[in-house]
């Protein structure tokens, strides 16, 4: 392959089409692409809540965006570099995502009356209609060209059509300097047995593309980048919902558990509990519950049978979940609940992201009712939190409600495979038969952890539940001290467990004045624009808070040494109303952002920038 | 036979049974502490196998008086529990104990959904047709008229029957009994225990204090429950009175009342019950029957096999899915799909 151009720090591409063009499989072979040569990847499926909106129109357009470069992507870009626009409805949907000196390439054969009328066009001409003059337009006719390039084949005009996204594949595979090999393996592996004659025809499509562009000098545009010098070692691209679901299966076995998942399907936690369902070989349970109180009380249930219990859900569910949460606070019982936030309130925006959950997480019960509350910060980080959750819930007999959000749980990145022997070991702190007789609520002394016993261990038979308990045997008590004291330990034991967690981090000047405060799955947009900002001179820093509660001991030092205390945030001050409180001595600045959106690196700058 | 030799001794806490005298539930503890030792027995569990759910009101209390592993838990979520207990570990023998408000008013979505699952737990449901712990307001199954402290002047809502429900929601085990029999309520838990699948006890009881001789009318004495109920038995010809001498036959779509040697009724023309066929029918019809057009129905009035018994089919499903799946580790997890190397 002729190098073309000098190679560029990072590239953001996004295909668009109907819903029924085959985009999300385009841009998912085209990401692994770039992540095989070496490029850090970042991806974001942009697709509309209905299944199969009207095609055509400019509600039922699918986006798949993906940023590659060589260092430093950790989020999938503002604004696209290329975008691959199906037909007219997918021009209009993404003109806000456009760079100014964006290439756009367009399905000459889509611009068809019909088309522009179902995607609203007053006039002929979307170009001009859409003020993309300055862009460099190409118009390629690929359904017609798609069609020609399977003249030959055995195959219904129909199923012929299906394949032009293969042909816009083949483009963005030359223009960003990449071979076609995988994607042939990919479309091999995919349809090889099954449907021999498909394959080819795909096969032939991609390279259809490759060869229209390379012979119509789209090097002028050539969107290479330099390979990112990843460590050695073996690879994989993952979304945020299967890697929590995989770090709950790993901590199963890490702890010698099996794993139990009670959960209703929401928006946009539901690939959690599918994933987890195809996995009973790894002595998984799963029950798809009546509702999502029914959920966490399976859960509930199978903790107290001696399992790893998880519930997963969104931010109604956890609404719904909430007495159920008292009750596994009261009865001191291992529980992972996971909320993958979406935009609020009700129903709110179920296929948006927000993180306007974290009061809800750690307030919003009945009573005096502590939990530990932590935060993912990547879609690849949802696999170590969601192990750490576990492991924390279980050796610490508490709940622990893990923070998501709809952004890092559809996102993929490339994720360095981990060894299972190299993860931490998880320890329950089961009863054993010469703990009698058996005092449920008796506690370690420095974790203040109870011993589980559960059903089948001989001589243990005990009963626990929802009413206040006598601080040793567990009896119903109504006895004021003995509430007193078990509030203060059930706070206490919560407390306890910033003695396991890591030491808070900071990123960015070492002299810096100014520290940017995020949690959760904001860190990538951020990190990115605190180092534009170093690179730019400015004296700022970058905190990312992964735990909620108890927050790491070392906070405190670390807010001492700056100036001034920026709270990042997608919703509207949560974290730095919070941190207020825990902190009084400090001021916190507040940027909330409620547009179930991702930050965007740009306005993150701006922000900053106002501040310093 | 498993040789446990458990006393009713053996399933009784320390802790004192605080419901008020008179109350019904004393007499279904002494009847479960009674069943529990023959349990044991007949389907060798031990009694760190047995685990007792219960949800919120007066009913609910009950898992306090048990010797065993048990759980109290919040209001109408006992089903649920159990059904995370009893699918986390399908080796256990899950009971449930909850009330006419516990699992048909914040409860009934579960009781409904682990009747359509089948799964197998145990539930014993405490009707006393009123809420006892609230002191008293109306419960879905209070009569009709009913006057409470939320319905001065009489409800206006129609009850459940309790029966009726759970065959109407695929139940494959429903039966009835009466707080004051004791030997009757044990065998009824016996051959719940023996169930696969779900299996529905409902216990008439008694609230002295807000809803005192709801059941009299048919249940009052020993006299009067011979007249006005009727003991079915699986394979036995329905009959009932103190001489056994009043049935009943299907009168075209009906149940109807008959007298022995009246009307020309003979003992032939009797409908035998047959607790284990899957048509619902006559189930449903039985259960149904009220006071005073009918005696009210005692017994296992449904006791169907089905081969759908949700532990057991995830059970084996899992066993299925083990034997045939190349992901056995947690590195074949990390490992499966699209993987590439670097370096």
Redesign the interface.
Known sequence: MEQKTSLLKDVVIRFSGDSGDGMQLTGTLFSETLALGGNVISTFPDYPAEIRAPQGTVAGVSGFQVHFGSVGVNHPGDLCDVLVAMNPAALKANVRFIKPDATIIVDADSVTADNLAKASFQTSDPISELNLEGRNIIFARITTMTREALADVELDIKSKTKCKNMFALGICLYITERDTAHAHEYINNKFGKKNPTVAAANNSVIEAGYNYAANNHLNHSSYAVEPAGLPKGRYRTLNGNVATAWGLIAASHAAGLKLFCGSYPITPATVILEELAKHKSLGVTTVQAEDEIAGICTAIGAAFAGRLAVTTTSGPGLSLKSEALGLAVMAELPLVVVDVQRGGPSTGLPTKTEQSDLMQALYGRNGESPVVVMAATSPGDCFYSAFMAAKIAVERMVPVVLLTDGFIANSSEAWAIPQFSDMAKICPPFATADNTPFMPYQRDDQTLARKWATPGMAGLEHRVGGLEKDCATGNISYDPANHQRMVDLRKAKIDAVADIIPEQDVVGASDAQTLVIGWGGTQGHIRSAVEQLVDEGASVAHCHIKYLNPLPKNLDQIFARYKKLIVCELNSGQLATYLQGQFPQYTFLGMGKVQGQPFTIAELVEFIKTQI | MANYNYKPEDFK?N?QVKWCAGCGDHAVLNSVQRALPEIAEKLDI??????F?SG?GCSSRF??Y?????????HG?AI??????????P??SVWVCTGDGDSLAIGG??FI?ALRRNIDLNVILFNNEIYGLTKGQYSPTSKYGLVTKTSPYGTIEQPFNPGELTIGAKGTFFARTVDAEVMLTKDILVEAAQHRGTSVVEALVNCMIFNNKTHANFAADKATRAEHTILLRHGEKMLFGANKDKGLVLDGLKLKVVTIGEDGYTLDDILTHDATTEDTTLHTMLAAMKYPEYPVALGVIRNTPSPFVYDQS?VC??QS??ES?K?????D???S???????
């Open positions: 806490s802790q031990p009694r760190e196998k047995f685990v759910i919120i898992i306090y048990m010797n065993t592993y048990a759980f109290h838990t919040i979520r649920a529990v159990a059904t995370g207990v009893k699918s986390g570990n080796d256990l979505n579960h959904h995830l499903q899992q899915v083990k799946s992901i056995q580790s947690v590195d997890l990390l490992n799909g699209e993987v590439f190397e670097i370096g």
